[in-house]
C-alpha cells in the first residue's frame, strides 16, 4: 500500500508538472517526504526547463531546477526563498551544447536578502563570493572588490601544465609560479626559479621583497651593480652588501664610503653590541659624535649600560672610567711595600700559538693571589675550564703606593742623618772648646814651673 501511495505521489507530481501547476506535499509524521526503490536503477528529482514560448531552446542564464528552502516567521511564511540551490543554463541550449552552472545561495543573519555565496561553473571553476573568473582560474576568493584566484595549468593565462599560479589579479599584490616538474622550486614574479625562492624585483622601487607592519618595514632590493640591499623602515636602517669582483663589502646602517669589508654607520651612539643568549650582559662598540666632549671622534666601550673605557682618538691609549660619581666606599689604600718586596716576577714561555718558544716575563696569578686578591680575576672558557688571570694595568697603582712608602722611608733617614750631622758638628765644637781649654791649662802649667 505504502509503494503504492508512493508511486501515486510521482505520478500525481509529473502531471501536474506537466500541466504547469504547483504540487504540495505533506510531510510524514517523521516530518519528511520519501521515495522508497527496490531493485535496479535509481530515484531522481527531475526539472524540464525550456524557453520563453512553447518549443524554443533554454536560454542561458535560466533556472532549469532549484531547491528554495522558506522558513515561517512567526506571523507567515516569507514571501521570497531564504535559502537556496539553483541548477542553471550556462548557454543558450541547442542540440550539441548543454552547458550548466550551479549556484549556492543564503541570507545573512540579521538581514532578509538573498546572495550567492558559492558558485560551480560550466567547466568546474569554484568560486567563493564571486561567479566570474579570470582566464585559466579554476578557484577564486572575493572578499569587497579585492579578488584572488589559483590558476592551475596556466601561466599568464596561457595553457601550461608545469606551473600552478597563484595570483591577486587587482592589485598583483601576490603571485606564485611554483614549478613542480622540473625543481620543486618557487618563483615570485620570475619564470625560471633557480633557488627554494627565487624573487625578482620587477618594477618595484624598494627591492624585490618587503615586510611591511605597524611598527616595521623590510626591503631586500639587489640592484645591477651588484649591490644587495636590506632595509628596515625603522630608523630608515639599511645593510647594504656590495659585490665587486672577487671582493664583498658589507655596510649596516647605509651605503659603504670608505671601502671597508664591514663597515657599521649607527644613526644614533648605538653602535655594535655583543651579549649571551640570555642577554643577562652586554658590551658596545661606538663612535663618539662630534657634539660630545673634545671635538669627538673617541671609541666607547660600554658594558650592561654603563661607559667602561674610551680609546683616544689621537694618541690611541685607553682610558677607563674613573670619575668619583662611579665609585662608592673609597678609602686609602693600607701599607703596600712589604707585599710588593714578595711579590716573585717571572719569566716563562706561553704554551698555546708560541710555536717558536718567546719568553714573557710577568707575575703567575696564583703567586700574586695571596699577596693581591684584587690584581687576579677568574674565567671560564666554553669548555667550562676555569682560567686565572691578571690585570697588570693596576700594579702601576701597586707601584705608586711602593714608591710612596718608600719616600717616607727616604726623608726619614735623611732626616735622620742630618740629625746625626747636626749633632756631630756639635760635638766638633764641644772637642774644639775642650781642646782650646787643655792647651790653655797646658799654657799656664809651663808658665808656673
Avoid: C
Avoid at 308 to 334: A, H, M, Q, W
Amino acid at each position: 500500500m505504502k509503494r503504492f501511495l508512493i508511486i501515486s505521489n510521482i505520478l500525481l507530481f509529473s502531471v501536474f508538472m506537466s500541466m504547469g501547476q504547483s504540487l504540495t506535499l505533506t510531510p510524514t509524521i517523521n516530518n519528511q517526504n520519501s521515495a522508497v526503490l527496490f531493485g535496479n536503477g535509481s530515484i531522481n528529482y527531475s526539472g524540464y526547463r525550456g524557453g520563453s514560448t512553447p518549443g524554443s531552446a533554454a536560454i542561458s542564464g535560466s533556472t532549469l531546477v532549484s531547491l528554495r528552502g522558506y522558513g515561517y516567521t512567526g506571523a507567515n511564511f516569507s514571501s521570497t526563498q531564504n535559502v537556496q540551490i539553483s541548477l542553471n543554463a550556462a548557454e543558450p541550449f541547442s542540440p550539441t551544447a548543454n552547458g550548466t552552472n550551479i549556484g549556492f545561495w543564503t541570507t545573512q543573519i540579521g538581514t532578509q536578502t538573498l546572495s550567492e555565496k558559492m558558485f560551480i561553473s560550466d567547466n568546474g571553476s569554484v568560486g567563493i563570493g564571486t561567479n566570474s573568473f579570470n582566464v585559466g582560474e579554476k578557484f577564486a576568493v572575493k572578499s569587497g572588490t579585492t579578488q584572488f584566484g589559483i590558476y592551475p595549468g596556466y601561466l599568464d593565462g596561457v595553457p601550461n601544465q608545469n606551473w600552478t599560479t597563484f595570483e591577486m589579479p587587482f592589485t598583483k599584490g601576490l603571485r606564485v609560479w611554483d614549478n613542480f616538474s622540473v625543481n620543486g622550486n618557487t618563483g615570485i614574479l620570475i619564470a625560471d626559479a633557480f633557488a627554494t625562492l627565487d624573487v625578482a624585483r620587477g618594477t618595484a622601487p624598494l627591492g624585490t621583497a618587503r615586510f611591511n607592519g605597524t611598527q616595521w618595514n623590510t626591503t631586500f632590493n639587489q640592484e645591477l651593480t651588484e649591490k644587495t640591499y636590506i632595509q628596515s623602515g625603522k630608523d630608515e636602517s639599511t645593510v647594504v652588501i656590495n659585490r665587486f669582483g672577487e671582493g664583498t663589502e658589507t655596510s649596516i646602517g647605509g651605503e659603504t664610503i670608505h671601502g671597508y669589508e664591514l663597515e657599521i654607520h649607527p644613526k644614533t651612539e648605538n653602535g655594535l653590541g655583543i651579549y649571551n643568549t640570555d642577554d643577562s650582559h652586554r658590551w658596545e662598540l661606538y663612535v663618539e659624535p662630534a657634539a660630545s666632549g673634545n671635538g669627538g671622534g673617541d671609541l666607547a666601550l660600554w658594558a650592561d649600560g654603563s661607559p667602561k673605557g674610551f680609546f683616544d682618538r689621537i694618541t690611541g691609549l685607553y682610558t677607563v672610567g674613573s670619575d668619583r660619581k662611579l665609585k662608592k666606599n673609597i678609602k686609602p689604600l693600607e701599607n703596600v711595600l712589604e707585599k710588593v718586596i714578595q711579590l716573585k716576577p717571572s719569566k716563562y714561555q706561553y704554551i698555546s700559538n708560541n710555536p717558536n718558544g718567546r719568553e714573557s716575563i710577568g707575575f703567575i696569578a696564583q703567586e700574586v693571589e695571596p699577596i693581591f686578591p684584587q690584581l687576579v680575576g677568574t674565567s671560564m672558557d666554553k669548555e667550562g675550564n676555569i682560567t686565572k688571570t691578571m690585570n697588570y694595568s693596576n700594579m702601576s697603582v701597586i707601584a705608586i703606593k711602593a714608591i710612596q712608602e718608600q719616600q717616607v722611608l727616604i726623608e726619614k733617614l735623611q732626616q735622620e742623618y742630618l740629625d746625626l750631622k747636626s749633632e756631630e758638628k756639635l760635638l766638633e765644637v764641644r772637642l774644639q772648646k775642650v781642646e782650646t781649654l787643655i792647651s790653655g791649662m797646658q799654657s799656664a802649667k809651663k808658665k808656673s814651673n
